[in-house]
């Protein structure tokens, strides 16, 4: 069974930063495309940043500019780097992963069947 772990959510002012971290025992960080998803209160999960296993990422317009996705193949750990944070990042934030030979282009939450189980982060102005 595949689980993906996040971790380095939190409680911050408008303005500040966080690193999210996700890793896996049975996913291979590399190995097809992982993408970063997010879920504030009352509304729908959001597509907002996606990587390749060659290390090429594309970003959602909310979040362009401020949010870093990353991967680190020697420590097995995908990152997002979010900056400059507003209190409409409020949200449940996801690691998520293809399974591979389906490993095109995409925010869409259903083309990602693994899942960790979240990691908060909340803005305060």
């Known amino acids: 069974q595949v689980q993906l772990v996040e971790s380095g959510g939190g409680s911050v002012q408008a303005g500040g930063s966080l690193r999210l971290s996700c890793t896996s025992s049975r996913y291979r960080i590399n190995s097809c495309r992982m993408a970063w998803f997010r879920q504030a209160p009352g509304k729908e999960r959001e597509g907002i940043a996606q990587?390749?296993?060659?290390?090429?990422?594309t970003y959602a317009d909310s979040v362009k500019g401020r949010f870093t996705i990353s991967q680190d193949n020697a420590k097995k750990i995908l990152y997002l780097q979010i900056n400059d944070l507003k209190s409409e990042d409020t949200a449940m934030y996801y690691c998520?992963?293809?399974?591979?030979?389906?490993?095109?282009?995409?925010?869409?939450?259903?083309?990602?069947?693994?899942w960790g189980e979240g990691t908060q982060v909340t803005v305060s102005s």
């Open positions: 990587i390749n296993r060659f290390g090429s990422a």
């Open positions: 998520t992963g293809r399974r591979a030979p389906d490993c095109g282009p995409s925010l869409v939450y259903y083309d990602y069947p693994y």
